[in-house]
């Protein structure tokens, strides 16, 4: 480290006694004494080890540590689900055209890719885990998963209630409409909405974030849903489908719909949550639309 305006100089003329009280002594400019410039330099020495042993430099070195290890998990789960989708495409266009050998060749392909996956098998071990009541063994695999890939813990369905208004959430992944090659992944969900209260409400606007494996995140807003603006009675629902392509073979979307009720004239508007919902290629332990 260098000491900004602090510089090397020739020496300063002595001082001549001229018979009279010489000035109060002042440091020459320019240079700083040998006693003083160590006095500062160890000041500096000190100072420098303590801010590099504090405990904040830690915490921030630490940050940085775990921050960097999650974008390589991250970055070696794209390349492996790249692979997974590129495998699964292959397979059904060699079913598609009656290529049986070759069908056959891909599957055990992806058989074997099943079995050696990371999340897939550390997802089948925790689930064994529980049905076994081996909690303790669960909890390690679902921490391993959680450095390994945070998104994987996130189900692709979510479930949430806002005043009485329930929003279920399913997503799938759709092959062909994929092309991992190009980076292009396409994901359909559908959303079931059903009116617990006792009041009628109409949906009026929808507002998504959607983030990918990336951490790349985008905010939509629209009006309504599908075109519609739906009017909800209670203990009916609505449900509609639609799809979301995404760059990444994996990622997230949740968001809430801006709703009113409809039987009150000058009623506020209020937002029902859509809880978070995984968008990955990998699925979960339940891959059936709602």
């Known amino acids: 480290m260098q000491w900004a305006g602090v510089r090397s100089s020739s020496p300063a003329p002595t001082a001549a006694w001229m018979g009279r009280r010489p000035r109060t002594a002042r440091w020459p400019r320019g240079r700083l004494p ?23 430099k830690d915490e921030e070195r630490e940050e940085v540590a775990r921050r960097e290890k999650e974008e390589k998990a991250a970055a070696s789960l794209i390349m492996r689900s790249q692979k997974y989708a590129m495998l699964k495409q292959q397979l059904a266009v060699a079913a598609q055209f009656e290529d ?6 891909l599957r055990d392909s992806l058989r074997s890719f099943e079995e050696e996956e990371p999340v897939l098998r550390l997802r089948g071990l925790m689930r064994k885990a529980i049905e076994e009541e081996r909690f303790e063994d669960a909890a390690k695999y679902r921490d391993e998963l959680q450095i390994l890939a945070p998104h994987s813990l996130l189900k692709c369905s979510s479930d949430a209630t806002t005043l009485g208004i329930r929003v279920q959430v399913r997503s799938v992944y759709i092959e062909s409409r994929s092309q991992p090659l190009k980076g292009q992944f396409f994901f359909a969900y559908r959303i079931r909405i059903t009116n617990n209260s006792q009041r009628p409400v109409q949906l009026l606007r929808r507002h998504w974030i959607v983030t990918d494996g990336n951490g790349r995140t985008e905010n939509i807003w629209g009006v309504g849903v599908v075109g519609e603006q739906p009017v909800i009675f209670p203990r009916t629902g609505f449900e509609y489908s639609s799809a979301c392509p995404l760059s990444t073979p994996n990622g997230r979307m949740e968001g809430d719909f801006e709703m009113k009720h409809i039987d009150k004239a000058g009623s506020s508007t209020f937002n029902v949550a859509i809880a978070p919902f995984s968008l990955s290629i990998l699925g979960d332990d339940n891959d059936v639309l709602l």
């Open 34 to 56: 040998a006693s003083r410039g160590a006095v500062v330099a160890s000041a500096a020495a000190s100072d420098a080890n303590s801010s590099s042993n504090s405990p904040g």
């Open 100 to 105: 049986y050998k070759e069908a056959a060749r």
